[in-house]
């Protein structure tokens, strides 16, 4: 492995001040939900997504800097939360979100605690199962999507969890972000290599002959330090090897500049940039190309000032396009604007590594 860290000590740094800054906030308020079209495994369907505060991500507060894209630590309560008050404000989205239905829609939750569900000092087991029983009681409810780190993934935890929605599928959302040890160790920082995440994947493989559990890939687009083409080319070769390692679905999730990150300080610098949207269309036909598992490319921040961006007038045209592709899971068709001509420049001429590693060498 390479083991020119070009964060070195600027990551702890970065999340310290970023911490302190924190206007701390009681837990209810930093809870949210809404829902929306999505794609279920077994079709068209409804999202229901809820955010939790729990105390906030282990890794992040580890002090070692955690993500060098994520801000989620800035909305959690960082604080204890009793399983009393998680199971209680959970109920309160869940029950909302759900009477708001129409009737007999097939229906995925997914509970976004900005951390790891799965690990029980940021979730306490009575809450986990309290929350899942509560998500069971519903028929239209298909599927539940919990996201973890892998080192929380054990079978343990996992049987528990399973045994309280049988019949329903459960899938564990993983941040493997990048196939390549390397950028994920040393771009992101993700604390964690290959073989965690394909560790993570026999303990869920080895559970499937009881339970309907199964793994979705997030793959970030364009980590830091990393040029167009670069980005474009580890994210498909991430998906295909998600796919080889046994996820269900991979979820694509492109660079939005999220404050108080070290992505943040190199985009006010002018040494990062969120990806095209030209790129993450790219990146859509070549993996439909060549994996065969659903393929989901979030389209969140598109055409924000922090978010990927191609030009005012295509971005709203190709969103839209994407969104399409997600629920149908088809290849957008050719677009063309002005702005591809500048595209295709920076695939050709941008190397941003060597530029961006000598300007924090000499910060
Ligand atoms: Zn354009």
Redesign the pocket.
Known sequence: MNTTQPLGNLLPEIRRKALKRVDKRPPHELAASWSGDDLLYSGPGKSIFIVLPTPGCAWALAGLGGCSMCSYIADSPLQKVSSQELVKIFKEHFQRQMQKQDIHVPTSIKIFVSGSFLNTEEIPKNAQKEILKIINEYEDVEEVVVESRPEYVNEDVLRDCCSMIPGKILEVAIGLESADDEIRINKINKGFARKDFEKAMEVINQLKSDFDVRVKAYLLVKPILTSEKDAIDDAVKSAQYAERAGAGRVSFCPSTIHKGTLMEILWRRGAYQPPWIWSTLEIIRKVKNTVKIPVIMDTAGFGTRRGPF??????SKLKDAIIKSNINQTIPEEFE????VKWKADLEFSDVTRSTTNLLKNR
């Open positions: 191609n030009c005012k007038k295509c971005n604007c002005e702005c591809k």
